[in-house]
């Protein structure tokens, strides 16, 4: 079987972590678990990989990272980050739980680019020893030269076995009649959009209503940038499908603690549906205690006003 292209850039370290290497940038790969609701509890049930680049041992923004490169080694990078990704998500988490991979869909402008990568990337699987079923490819439904490139990138993706998320929905000129054209599996909810409509009563009844509606269509919801409890209270009483933020885990960059959790091997029939499959009880990782979600009495606390804080991913990256 043919190496993919990504490994090429890649080097083992001593501790069995794999780093990537572009010019004068070290790249890491860093994981921040998806929690979701189960009887009161949470417990993680995917991963989404996060890049975090260094020059000369110095940690750079992912944002000021990307901007550097050149269009047109756009799709090295990201494939290299995505290989890179995958390999340590082989090697350190557990193998029961999803794996959210992010995809720019500008950078896929013909459809024979996008089947390379992808076929590419499957080369990629088979070398860490990771089930296809477990990736959702996450695509923000704005972020394309055209609509339809985006919807034959998605199609192309679906060809390759992989679930869609569609990310930051709720931002800029988010449209809900591209997610029905889409179809994703999952749909993420924008960070500052959420956190502004929980400040309102009026503003939760539409959230709370778009979970329902979503959830009609057989399509799972996760709530971005939770970063307080009583959002993380809130975020349950929506009924949204899984909830990520600082609240309950950060980023970590591999090898992290969250490997201490990892479980033995499941089941085909178990890694077939790995969102279903609770791994960890967010109490025992987050670092400090997360509330039990409660049921409220009356209006909930959240539909007072709040002094404005600066909410959602602190430089998330590919």
């Known amino acids: 079987m043919t190496r993919s292209v990504g490994l090429a850039h890649i080097v083992r370290q001593d501790d069995g972590t794999s780093t990537g290497i572009w010019g004068v940038y070290v790249l890491k790969s860093a994981f921040q678990p998806i929690f979701a609701f189960r009887g009161g509890k949470v417990s993680i049930a995917a991963f989404e990989g996060l890049l975090r680049p260094f020059r000369d041992g110095v940690p750079i923004s992912p944002g000021v990272f990307f901007n550097s490169i050149p269009v047109a080694d756009r799709l090295h990078v990201e494939t290299l980050a995505r290989t890179l990704h995958l390999l340590n998500a082989g090697r350190f ?3 029961a739980a999803s794996l959210f991979i992010n995809f720019d869909p500008s950078v896929f ?10 076929r590419d990337m499957r080369l990629v699987l088979h070398e860490a020893d990771i089930d296809p079923r477990r990736i959702v490819c996450e695509v923000t439904e704005q972020k394309s030269a055209s609509q339809e490139t985006l919807y034959g990138f998605v199609a192309a993706l679906r060809r ?5 998320a569609v990310d930051d929905y709720g931002s800029d000129d988010s449209d809900i009649n591209r997610i029905r054209e889409l179809k994703p599996d999952i749909v993420k909810f924008d960070a500052h959009w959420i956190t502004h409509l929980m400040e309102s009563g009026p503003g939760f009844a539409l959230l709370a209503t778009m979970v329902e509606t979503f959830a009609s269509q057989g399509i799972a919801t996760v709530f971005e940038g939770i970063e307080e409890g009583w959002q993380l209270d809130l975020a349950e009483r929506s009924g949204a499908s899984m909830v990520q933020g600082y609240v309950l885990a950060r980023p970590e960059i591999v090898p992290t603690r969250f490997g201490i959790f990892r479980d033995t091997v499941p089941a085909p029939e178990a890694v077939a549906a790995p969102l279903s499959a609770p ?13 039990a979600p409660v049921a409220f009495r009356g209006e909930p606390p959240a539909f007072r006003a709040r002094p404005g804080k600066a909410f959602g991913r602190r430089g998330a990256g590919s």
């Not at 402008?109 to 992808?118: G, N, Q, V």
């Open 279 to 291: 791994v960890a009880n967010a109490n025992e990782i987050s670092g400090h205690p997360v509330a």
């Open 93 to 95: 988490l557990d193998p």
């Open 109 to 118: 402008s013909e459809p024979s680019i996008a089947d390379h990568a992808l």
């Open 160 to 164: 390759h076995g992989f679930r869609i």
